[in-house]
C-alpha cells in the first residue's frame, strides 16, 4: 500500500516495526560505504598486464619510430588520437590527447574560457555575472569547479531524454548564459542517454556567440546489459547544425583501464581546436607520451576495449541487477521512493520522500553506511527537495553492497514513515 493512503494507526505500527529492523542493523557494526564512484579491485586486476613492460624498444617506440622518452608530439601519438577516434566514433582531427584525468582537461577549459575568452568575446572574467546551465542531479566535481570560478549555476531537471530542452532554451536566451555542462550518456549520477532530438535542440537553440556545451563522456562505452544506449553522433549533429564553435568533448580511460592512470582526451571543432591548443602549447611541451604507448599496446584496438569492457560488465552487471532487484522488493508500490535502472555508468540515482533525502543519509550513516551526502548532486550542494541520493555500488562486495541495501531500503521506508506522521498527511 502506498504511504499516503495509510492511516495514523498503520504508520505507527509500521513505524514501531521499522525501528526495531533499523535497531537491530545498528546493533550489527556495520561498516559500509555506498559512496565510492570507483571500480572495484576485480575489475582493476583486468588490465594489470598494462603495467608490465621489458623495456624494450616496443616500451618506448611510437608507430613512426618517434621516442616518446623525449620531449614532442603535443596533440598525442598519432595512433592514440586515431585509437580515440574510432572508440569513442569521433573525427581524428578534433582529438587532442590530454594527461592522466578528463576532469583536469575540463577544468583547464573553463580556466582559459575565463581568462581569455573566445574568438571575438570577451574573457568571461571581465562579465560582473555569467552563468552556466547545469543539469540535475549532476557530478558534483563539475559543479564544485563552477562554483570556485564563480559562475552561477542555473540547475535543470535531467529526465530520460537528457535536461529539459524547454528549459534550457528559455535560459540559453540570456547571453551571460554562457553554456551547458552534462554527462551525455549514462549520466552521473541518473544513467540517462541523451536522444537525438535533445543533441539537434542543444545545437540549434539561440544563445550567445560564446555559448560552450561541455560534454563530459566519461561513460561513453561502459555499457553492461544487452541493450546499450546509443549516444548520437554528437560532432556530426554540430556540423550540421553549423554549431561548429558550441562542442567542447572529453573523456579519458579512466575506468577503463585505471583511474587516475589512464589517458584523456579533448576534442573539439574550430575555432576551439585551435585555442585548446595554442594555449596548450604554453602550458606543457607534450603530456606523458609512454602511458600513450603503455595504454595503446594493451588496449589495442576498439574491437579489444570492446572485450576489456565486457570483462568489467561481468563484475558491474550483477552489482546493478542486486541493487534492482532489491529496490523493487523493498519499495515498489510504496510511493516512496523513484529510480531508474541503468543500462550503463557507475551510478543509481534515487529520489526518495520529498524532505527525507538528509534523513534517510544520517540514518545510513549512524547505522555504519557511508553514503554520499544529501545534496551533492546539485549546485551549491543543495537539493531544492531534499530527496536525491547517489548510489554508487561498483566498488563494494556483492556481499557487502546487498546488506547496505537492506540497511538502505529500511532507512528510507523509515524516514518517509517519520515525514508522513509528522507531517499530519496520514489519510
Ligand atoms: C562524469 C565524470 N567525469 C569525470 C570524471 C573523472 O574523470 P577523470 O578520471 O578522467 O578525470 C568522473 C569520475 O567519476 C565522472 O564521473
Same mark, same amino acid.
Given at each position: ?31 559500509l #560505504?555506498?559512496?565510492r ?20 624498444? #616496443? ?10 622518452? %623525449? ?64 543539469p ?10 563552477l ?21 534550457v ?20 549520477p541518473?544513467g ?10 542543444l ?10 556545451? *561541455? ?6 562505452i561502459h ?33 577503463i ?13 574550430d ?12 602550458e ?12 595503446l599496446?594493451?588496449l ?8 576489456v ?35 550503463g555508468?557507475? *551510478? ?32 551549491y ?6 530527496? %536525491? ?39
Amino acid at each position: 500500500m502506498r504511504f499516503s493512503d495509510m492511516q495514523t494507526g498503520e504508520l505507527s505500527a509500521l513505524l514501531a516495526e521499522l525501528s526495531d529492523q533499523y535497531a537491530a542493523y545498528r546493533k550489527m557494526g556495520l561498516k559500509l #560505504d555506498l559512496s565510492r564512484g570507483k571500480p572495484s579491485t576485480e575489475q582493476l586486476d583486468i588490465s594489470s598486464s598494462l603495467l608490465v613492460s621489458d623495456g624494450g624498444k #616496443d616500451t618506448y617506440l611510437a608507430e613512426n619510430g618517434f621516442d616518446c622518452r %623525449n620531449y614532442g608530439v603535443g596533440d598525442g601519438l598519432p595512433e592514440m588520437r586515431r585509437f580515440f577516434a574510432e572508440v569513442y566514433g569521433i573525427p581524428e582531427e578534433t582529438v587532442i590527447v590530454g594527461g592522466n584525468s578528463s576532469l583536469n582537461l575540463i577544468y583547464d577549459a573553463f580556466e582559459r574560457l575565463m581568462l581569455l575568452g573566445t574568438g571575438d568575446s570577451k574573457p568571461w572574467c571581465k562579465y560582473d555575472k555569467i552563468k552556466f546551465i547545469c543539469p540535475v542531479p549532476g557530478y558534483d566535481r563539475h559543479f564544485g569547479i563552477l562554483e570556485m570560478l564563480g559562475i552561477e549555476m542555473l540547475p535543470v531537471e535531467m529526465g530520460p531524454e537528457g535536461p529539459d530542452m524547454d528549459e534550457v532554451e528559455r535560459l540559453a536566451a540570456d547571453p551571460l548564459v554562457k553554456g551547458i555542462i552534462c554527462v551525455p550518456k549514462y549520466s552521473n549520477p541518473t544513467g540517462y542517454t541523451v536522444s537525438e532530438a535533445t543533441v539537434r535542440r542543444l545545437f540549434s537553440m539561440k544563445a550567445a556567440p560564446d555559448f560552450r556545451i *561541455f560534454f563530459d563522456n566519461a561513460y561513453g562505452i561502459h555499457d553492461f546489459t544487452d541493450e546499450p544506449d546509443v549516444l548520437p553522433d554528437l560532432f556530426g549533429i554540430a556540423k550540421e547544425c553549423g554549431a561548429e564553435d558550441r562542442i567542447l568533448y572529453f573523456t579519458s580511460t579512466s575506468k577503463i583501464t585505471f583511474p587516475g592512470g589512464g589517458v584523456s582526451l579533448v576534442a573539439s571543432l574550430d575555432p576551439n581546436l585551435s585555442e585548446i591548443k595554442r594555449a596548450m602549447s604554453m602550458e606543457t611541451i607534450g603530456f606523458d607520451k609512454l602511458n600513450q604507448l603503455r595504454q595503446l599496446r594493451y588496449l589495442k584496438n576498439a574491437e579489444h576495449t570492446a572485450a576489456v569492457m565486457k570483462r568489467h560488465a561481468a563484475f558491474l552487471k550483477p552489482k546493478f541487477d542486486l541493487c534492482s532487484e532489491k529496490l523493487h522488493s523493498g519499495l515498489d508500490g510504496l510511493g516512496i521512493a523513484d529510480w531508474y535502472d541503468p543500462n550503463g555508468g557507475y *551510478f543509481i540515482s534515487l529520489n526518495v520522500t520529498d524532505g527525507c533525502a538528509g534523513r534517510v543519509w544520517a540514518l545510513m550513516k549512524e547505522a555504519g553506511v557511508t553514503m554520499t551526502p544529501a545534496g551533492a548532486t546539485y549546485p551549491y550542494h543543495h537539493d531544492p527537495r531534499d530527496r %536525491n541520493l547517489r548510489l554508487a555500488p561498483t566498488y563494494s562486495t556483492l556481499d557487502d553492497l546487498s546488506k547496505t541495501l537492506d540497511v538502505l531500503v529500511c532507512c528510507v521506508k523509515l524516514a518517509a514513515c517519520e515525514h508522513y506522521l509528522a507531517s499530519g498527511n496520514a489519510s
